[in-house]
């Protein structure tokens, strides 16, 4: 049993960005060498959040409208006011999808659906440079 | 260490489907001999998603209608104009909630809550067979 | 590779707790002796959720609000009707969350944002004393 790790890195804009990493997660467990496991995608950071949707405008388009019904970029938020900076929208987007997801690994490859792809949210109302930690873990 | 796997196969229908699997995962784990350390519940696929939740029928109602609340099975989709196959909603359910679940293991049992069971919810408007990696990673 | 395990005790209150866990976390993970790996944190249990946040009183008064919009601690639900506790919005609560969170691993210490703490959230109407599974696995 090994563990393996990679980091990428995403350049983010001012809004909301769906960042497709899915052949980058592919790759980081191909160059692990290791067979049968599993992939921890994980994203630090409190502005941020990862999860599994099929990567096409129209559900792209769905989901920023639920986020924006969930938790509205221009709201209200006691966060905004001790803070002044605005992204009280991002922290709550985060916390409710979360910043890790764990794929299982088969021979070396990630056992996900046919039309589903890995995405990193970036919430964060500046544009920021964005870690995502890859970590295989198997034999 | 060790990486065990099993993949359980589940048949669903045209409405939401919650499938409770825990003895299933149970099952695995005590077939992979193995006593300490974790099991990951992933579910393959864009249209369905795994979490906890106590089994019984008022609160699995609560959850149809706090889904329905959310992401309504006739509400509009840009996912349904561009695809024509109504299923939009499903998408947005499974993002939400995500594909993939680790509970902890010790002395071959998951260490889950007395009223906590594991639920797979299949989102997608027709019926599928819907399988579920089960991966137990441990010593 | 090894596994190591410690279980945290929490005492909430009969309202929504958020009890921060970083530094207690990161204890276990410098307890277990291992450099690189992911770390699992688990709350057992149907009534509570492990996420991440920034830990200040306004994002938690904001993840507060949020929370009694989607699932109001007084809304109507079947689970009441049924069992009597009216504890269903916190059944609800934790099923949208997700009772398991699991954070990479490096040189022994936790891989998070500068601003991002680990949270274990007791959605539970009534005190308990809540047990929280850390299991570190790695190299």
Redo the contacts between chains.
């Keep these: ?3 393996y ?1 990679q980091i990428l890195e995403l350049d983010g804009t001012a809004g909301t960005d769906i960042h497709e990493v899915t052949s980058q997660v592919a790759a980081v467990a191909a160059d692990s060498g290791l067979s ?3 992939v ?1 995608v ?1 994203t ?3 502005t941020a959040a990862v ?4 990567y ?4 792209l ?3 920023r409208r ?1 986020l924006e019904d ?2 509205p970029t221009d709201g209200e ?7 002044g900076d605005g992204n ?1 929208y991002s ?2 987007r ?11 690994l ?1 021979a070396g490859r990630l ?3 046919a ?3 890995i995405v990193v949210l970036d919430f964060d109302n500046r544009p920021r440079r964005r870690k995502v ?1 890859v ?1 295989v ?3």
């Excluded at 999860?51 to 099929?54: G, L, M």
């Excluded at 938020?77 to 803070?83: D, E, G, K, S, V």
């Excluded at 985060?94 to 299982?104: C, E, I, N, W």
Aim: proline share 7%; net charge negative.
């Design positions: 049993m090994t563990v790790r049968r496991g599993s921890l994980f630090p950071g409190s999860t599994t949707i099929e096409e405008p129209g559900a388009s769905d989901l639920l969930l938790a938020y006691a966060h905004n006011l001790r803070w009280g922290h709550l985060s916390a409710l999808l979360g910043p890790s997801l764990t794929v299982p088969e056992m996900l659906g039309w589903q792809q930690v970590t873990q198997g034999g």
